[in-house]
């Protein structure tokens, strides 16, 4: 059986850990490198041999020399997710109202949701095997859908999420032009019990809150199963689609 190598970018957040850990528990994946902005705290993903941390400030050239040290050493990682993203900090919150709207945390949360994959996907296409298949997750949302905004709000996060999926849908017909044998997904994960959505469970039933371990669960299922069509998915952690 050939070992597969993987790639966790912003591996620092819940569902990054979950993910890097439930790779390395599977039979396919030998070797995960894992992407952060900040030093890995988590001591089981430190104390195993199967993980290569690497620091990246995900700006252009920091993105480059990261995919450099990883491929030029002999690695070549087939499944790549993608976990950088941000509703809310210390100083932003989601918009409730026009009024709530400012141009620093638009440009902020533009940045790490939609800036940040675009610009590793631009580099990726330059290292990603053209002869055996390679399928990169980079998580979405649900509220990024144009079609299914009924309620308004959240003016940053949900263009934001457009914005990627817009971005996704472009990268995903280049690719199909360059590189054939990639397969690029947009994943909602559902409704994750992790700092991102921790302030906002209060009217959410329990049963619809997902640990990050059953997220990574989910997420690395779809990817196994996906086909190859050249096409970007836009789905859910059912692996249905969701209405642009």
């Not at 700006?59 to 491929?71: G, T």
């Not at 993203?85 to 918009?95: A, V």
């Not at 690395?220 to 249905?240: P, Q, R, T, V």
Request: charged fraction near 20%; aromatic fraction near 6%.
């Amino acid at each position: 059986m050939n070992r597969q190598e993987a790639l966790v970018i912003g591996a620092n957040s819940d569902i990054g850990q979950s993910v890097a850990t439930a790779l390395k528990e599977t039979e396919e994946v030998d070797n995960v490198h894992l992407v952060s902005r900040k030093p890995i705290t988590n001591t089981s993903l430190l104390n195993s041999s199967a993980f290569k941390t690497y620091m990246c400030d995900n700006k252009e050239d920091s993105i480059k020399r990261v995919l450099q040290e990883i491929y030029s050493a002999g690695s070549s990682p087939s499944s790549i997710v993608i976990c950088n993203g941000i509703l809310h900090s210390n100083k932003t919150s989601p918009e409730r109202r026009l009024e709530h709207i400012s141009a620093s945390s638009l440009e902020k949360i533009f940045r790490i949701n939609a800036i940040i994959p675009i610009l590793w996907l631009s580099e990726l296409i330059n290292h990603l095997s053209k002869t055996s298949p390679s399928v990169v997750a980079v998580l979405s949302a649900r509220v990024g859908s144009i079609t299914d905004n009924k309620l308004g709000g959240w003016y940053s996060y949900r263009a934001s999420k457009s914005a990627l999926n817009m971005l996704l849908k472009t990268a995903a017909i280049e690719y199909s032009r360059r590189n054939q044998m990639v397969k690029l997904l947009s994943l909602h994960p559902g409704t994750v019990d992790t700092k991102l959505s921790k302030p906002f469970q209060r009217s959410i039933p329990k049963e619809q809150i997902f640990t990050p371990d059953y997220a990574a669960s989910r997420i690395l299922n779809i990817m196994k199963a996906i086909s190859h069509d050249g096409k970007l998915d836009y789905l859910d952690w059912e692996g249905k689609q969701i209405p642009w």
